[in-house]
Structure formats: structure tokens, C-alpha cells
């Protein structure tokens, strides 16, 4: 590409969330658009996520958030005419202690009025029912959401980028941003080719607080290391939702035959590694799903997450003219990642959105504490 072409819009970032903005910002009518990626496609935080899809959250605008994605991912095939299986397997959340199941059925409501099918309080009794694997003893019981479940986030970002590139969307992958200026008629983003653009959208995950940092804006954006363990072959004959106990971090989720499994916490040693959750994973097992303790690991991966401080909601807008960003889902961007797009497409062209305020999502807002308590991750 010349240095002296401009292109229209870049998007930074080739993750589920840059993908889907340029598929929607073509679907309303914009062209010249050109995503940029620093290695492959999906291969930041997107390619190391689980692909969960729930509807438990505890603030209305993350309900909002949530539900928009279900639709999405449920109806992502019929849509875009590409294989991305949506895995309704349920979200179950449990707990063994009072103030946390009092909590999850306050946030049942709040999803329940956001228009959420189907959410359930389950007590300790009841739970086999749901997963006949898991031992109930010490629990008082948990939320379950049978139309929860999975997808492959990287198959969606390939169906996505397929469907952008139909509406004249261009991608170039393994162009690293190292720094973005300001120049006559828009900016420039420096590469081994710097590129020219009227705007730019930063929707680059765990690199986009230092391309902002330039800009007096100091995003609360961190990686946080997540370790998986993939398992050979485990109760195929019976059903297996995302399990999640709030109490341990204890995470089980289906993966054809067999099951990923990992320990779920906010923050971790930066020493702790796969074998530490491995062996935490095997405590937590030997009580809550003893059949878990039998099973051999045939794999495991490590990713980061991007943990999002502040009140935890993503950042999106516009910091100077002509210069946005897009990031910030708190690990969340499988699952409210295409939504918050198509937001911010509209969000972009004018468009109202009749539910979702703007403020709240504004980069440069005043970050008060933590508002979404309902992390899949031990309290």
C-alpha cells in the first residue's frame, strides 16, 4: 500500500470484536474499509477464549449486552451462512455460600426483566437433575440457564470476516500498529508501511491502552493468564453444562466427547501456571465431581484474558475527531463482543440505540468501582 493512499476506516484489531464492527459499519453503507491485524485473525483473545455464551450477569446493561449476543450466536449459521455450532448445553453457577445465592437470585431478576427466557434457582437438591455427575454436598444450590452455551469464537470471526469481505471489506493480517499521529486530513498509523486513514477505530484488546496512552487516556486494561485442561473422553452419555462453582473457581464445560476444565479466578500469583491449576482443579474435583479425578489430560493451553477495571464496562466512542476505540470486555468478547459492534456501528452513523446510553460506555468518563459482581470466576 502507498503512503500516499488513504484508506477510509481502519480498524486495529481482527479479534471477534474489530470483525463484526467492519461487517456492520459495510452493512450500513460504509466503504474503504481496511482491518489491520498485528499477527492472525482471532489469534489475541478471542482465539484463547472458551466461546461461553450466558445470560447471568448482574447489571441491566450487561443483561442488555448478553442477550443481544445470545441472539446472535444462536442465529449466527442462519445469518451468515457459515458452520459455527451453537452448543446449547446451559450455564450453571453454584454456591455453598448464603450471600452468594441470595446475590445470584437478585441478578436472576435483573435478568428475568431485562427479558431473559428461562432462568432458574435451583437449591442443592435439585441439582443432579441438571448435572447427575456433580456431588451436591456443601452446596445450597446455584442459577441455571438451559439456553446458555458455546460456540468456536474463531469459526465466527472467519464467517464474519467471509460475509465483511462480501460487502468490499480488506483485511491485512501481521501488520503490528506500533503508534498512531495525527496528519493532514486524518492519521497515520505506524507500520513497516505506515498507513494513511480519514479514521481509525482501536479496537485492538490488550494492545489498545498503549495505543491510546498517546491521547491523556489511561485505559484499565490487563492480561489475565487462563489456564485450560482438555481431557480425554468423560461422561458422553450425560449432559454437561458450563458448571461453574463461585466457591473454588472449579469450571467444567463440554468439548465433543470429552471436557475442558480450569480453575476460574480473578487474579492469580504471576507464577501460578498450567500445573498449578491443574492441581488446584484435582482438589476442587475430589469434592465437587469426583468423576473428574479419573479422567487423563490430553492437552492444555494458556491465554490471556483482558481484565477490564474501573466499573468494568468497555470502552467505546470517540477520543479525538475522527479517532475511536472499541475495547475493554472485561473477557466477556465472545459473547458480547458482536453486539457491542453492531453498537457501536450504529453508535457511529447516527443511529439511536433504544436502550443502551452512550455515557456509559464513554472512554473518557470517570471510573467509579466495579459494577458487574457476576464474573465466572470464585468469589
Known sequence: ????????????????????????????????????????????????????VRQQFSTPNEVELALRGLNFWQTFEETFDYPCTYHRDGYLMLTG??????????????????????????????LQRI???LNPEGLIGGCWTPD????NPTDGVYG?????????????????????????????????EPIKARRVIIAGGLGSPELVRPF??????????????????VISDQPLPMTIDLDSGFCVEREQDAAVVTILASSSPETYGVDDMLMEFAEAAAVRAPIFTEVSIRT?????ADATGGDGHPFIGEIEPGLWTMTGFDGHGTMQGPAIAKFTANLMSGIADPVLDPA??????????????LRASRK
Open 97 to 126: 455460600r448464603q450471600e452468594i445465592y441470595d446475590k445470584l437470585g437478585a441478578a436472576a431478576e435483573v435478568q428475568r426483566a431485562g427479558g431473559a427466557p428461562n432462568v432458574e434457582m435451583v437449591l442443592a437438591a435439585d
Open 148 to 151: 446458555d452455551g458455546r460456540v
Open 131 to 133: 448435572a447427575p455427575w
Open 1 to 52: 500500500m502507498s503512503e500516499s493512499k488513504s484508506v477510509g476506516t481502519v480498524i486495529i484489531g481482527g479479534g471477534i470484536g474489530g470483525v463484526a464492527l467492519a461487517y456492520y459499519l459495510a452493512e450500513l453503507g460504509e466503504g474503504d474499509i481496511l482491518v489491520v491485524e498485528g499477527r492472525e485473525l482471532a489469534s489475541g483473545c478471542t482465539g484463547g477464549s472458551m466461546g461461553g
Open 160 to 192: 464474519l470476516a467471509a460475509a465483511a469481505r462480501k460487502l468490499g471489506v480488506k483485511f491485512r493480517q501481521n501488520t503490528y500498529i506500533s503508534k498512531i499521529e495525527k496528519a493532514k486530513g486524518g492519521w497515520t498509523l505506524q507500520t513497516d
Open 360 to 373: 456509559t460506555f464513554e472512554p473518557r468518563r470517570h471510573l467509579g468501582e466495579t459494577q458487574e459482581w
Open 216 to 233: 491523556g487516556l489511561d485505559l484499565p486494561i490487563t492480561p489475565m493468564m487462563v489456564h485450560y485442561g482438555f481431557t480425554t473422553p
Open 300 to 304: 492444555t493451553i494458556s491465554a490471556a
